[in-house]
């Protein structure tokens, strides 16, 4: 059966997000609702958080879920900024069982990129495009031809000073730091750069909270490749999440 209105929900680093969405015009029914994420976030509270957040808004019909590690067939594969008993679990089936609604589970980063290649920054884009998002962690997802390639990991390539990217130039990591914009701008653009060298990318799509602050770093950015913010903002987890539980059909084939 096929739902127009599909429970979207973001789990982040900080907050776990959710809102009913319209999957065909790409955009929220009603104003999100937010829960902050449990710590440690473990299997068993952040899904009884999103059974939260299901009853909040009395949803019955299906949901998506915006996972931030590598997702394949449901189950949970990795595990940097979540709890490491994750590893493993079916989170679909985990989600079902605690909601008791039909619920479909995909890489973070891939959620907003099919949101951003659907209705946003990536519409129509038949070359390849990387959107990355930035948050607590970095996530990357890369399109070409509009078709996805799911769960790739480009936030953790090391960098030519031997650190992984996501520990030089996430957002947490600016925050834990104290990095000034000036000095974490530099540092993103180190990544940038190494991402330009290895994918030749047609456009660069910068997603995640980072997406509503441009003024911050865009400065700063020095590569040739074009680079522009996600439309949907940081809301494009959520929608992606809700389009997700159609995506074999728009975006795997
Ligand atoms: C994870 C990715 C995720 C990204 C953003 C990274 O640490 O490995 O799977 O997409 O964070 O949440």
Redesign the pocket.
Known sequence: MKYRNVLGIDFGGSGIKGAPVDTKEGSLLTERYRIPTPVPATPEDVSGVISQISVHFKWKGPVGLAF???VQRGFVK?A??IDKSWIGINASKLIMDKTGLPTYVV???DAAGMAEMKFGAGKGKKGSVLLI?V?????TVFFTKGKLVPNT?L??VYLKSGIEA?DFASDAVRQNEGLEWEEWARRFNVYLHEMEKLFWPELIIIGGGMSKKPRKFLEQITINTKIVMAKAKNEAGIIGAALATKANRDFFR
């Open positions: 931030p590690a590598v990795t940097s900024n890489n973070d980063a998002t948050g607590t962690g970095i996530g990991e936030g953790h996501e």
